[in-house]
Structure formats: C-alpha cells, structure tokens
T-cell receptor, first 115, second 117 residues
Framework: GAGVSQSPSNKVTEKGKDVELRCDPI?????LYWYRQSLGQGLEFLIY????????KSGLPSDRFSAERTGGSVSTLTIQRTQQEDSAVYLC?????????????FGEGSRLTVL | AQTVTQSQPEMSVQEAETVTLSCTYD???????LFWYKQPPSRQMILVIRQEAYKQQNATENRFSVNFQKAAKSFSLKISDSQLGDAAMYFCACPRFYTGANSKLTFGKGITLSVRP
C-alpha cells in the first residue's frame, strides 16, 4: 500500500516514560503534519514539516514534545516524561503540494495511553 | 488566527434521508479552501469534499454537497440518501493560505453522525 503508515498502532506506557511515534508519509510528499486528537476533541495541530524549511513547531504543547523528520521522509514524534494528559490519538498526515491547495492524506494514527 | 466551529456534537439521521452538518469559520485570508473530512471507527481521516472560496458554485461529490456562504463564513455539508456506511465523525477544516512556512489545516471539534436503519 502507498498510504501514510504510522507505528505503533497502540502504545500503553507508564507515566514518566518516554515514547516515540513513527510516521512514514506517502513517497514524494514534501509536507508532513502531526496532529493530536484527544477524546471528545477535534484535531489539535502539533507540528508541520515542509521540505528543507524550518518546521513550524507552534502547536507543540510543551518542551516534552519534539519531532524530527529525517531525509525529508520518515518522521518521529517523541514525548518525554509522559503524563496522563498526553493520552490521545496522534495522527500523521502528508501532502504533495507545498503551495497548499489540497487535501491531507492521513495515517490511521497511534493511540497512546499513559497509565 | 483561524477558528472553525462545529456547534452540534452529535446528529442522527434515518437511512435514506437527508442530513445537514453545520460549520462556521473565521479567517483573515481572502483566498482559501474548505474541507469536510470523515473519520470512521478505523480512525483514518478521509476527504469527503473540498470547496474553493473563490468559486461561487457549491461543490458536489455524488451524495455529498456543500452550502457555502462566504459572506457569512458558513460551510455546511449535506448528505443525501444517507447510508449506514456514512456513520462516522465529520470534521470541517479550513486552511491557512500558504505564505511560506505554515500551511496547516485548522479543524473543528467534529460531529458524530449516526444512521438509523
């Protein structure tokens, strides 16, 4: 399949542990986004990568959250010292068009549960 | 800053009937795109329909159509001949026109649509 791939699909961790969530975008897509979806809430923007430009990190909720994108392809979202309020579905999306006119292609998300 | 408001958290429709999902937004941009996304239980967001703000004609995709009122900043989704497979969460989204480094989508909180057989 050529869709956006995210792993793990589900992750249960203990409070205080670090977690890494991975996103493999559609090949050739230059833009990559991370969103967070908490229970009963909409999608909260976290971070956006576009080609070689500096990422837009304006949505990251705290300095415990970071993300990187290696080689313009795979991205990893890292949450350090997880808290219970970090429990959510983390959605990754990619887009082929740097001049944004069209849709985002989403993965199935990674559900994070912090005990 | 952009805001997208979906004031109805839940709606229900009888199979084969028509339902309208409401959305209002606020943006300072003059040229932009609006989207409705569907999120079934599988969690994967799927684009339902797109509207270009500079076009006066409302977009239509099979059983899905929009009522776009630019002056009122309203963008509702109409689903005709509702089917059981339409049951999902529906999100309205408005982008920020590309100005350089930021072209993220702003989403509403979503509407949970149930379809009664």
């Amino acid at each position: 399949g050529a869709g956006v791939s995210q792993s793990p699909s589900n992750k249960v961790t203990e409070k205080g542990k670090d977690v890494e969530l991975r996103c493999d975008p559609i090949s050739g897509h230059t833009a990559l986004y991370w969103y967070r979806q908490s229970l009963g809430q909409g999608l909260e923007f976290l971070i956006y990568f576009q080609g070689n430009s500096a990422p837009d990190k304006s949505g990251l909720p705290s300095d415990r959250f970071s993300a990187e994108r290696t080689g313009g392809s795979v991205s990893t979202l890292t949450i350090q010292r997880t808290q219970q309020e970090d429990s959510a579905v983390y959605l990754c999306a990619s887009s082929p068009n740097p001049r944004f006119t069209g849709e985002l292609f989403f993965g199935e998300g990674s559900r994070l549960t912090v005990l | 800053a952009q805001t997208v408001t979906q004031s109805q958290p839940e709606m229900s429709v009888q199979e084969a009937e028509t339902v309208t999902l409401s959305c209002t937004y606020d943006t300072s941009e003059s040229d932009y795109y609006l989207f409705w996304y569907k999120q079934p239980p599988s969690r994967q967001m799927i684009l339902v329909i797109r509207q270009e703000a500079y076009k006066q004609q409302n977009a239509t995709e099979n059983r899905f159509s929009v009522n776009f009122q630019k002056a009122a900043k309203s963008f509702s989704l109409k689903i005709s001949d509702s089917q059981l497979g339409d049951a999902a969460m529906y999100f309205c989204a408005c982008p920020r026109f590309y100005t350089g480094a930021n072209s993220k989508l702003t989403f509403g909180k979503g509407i949970t649509l149930s379809v009664r057989p």
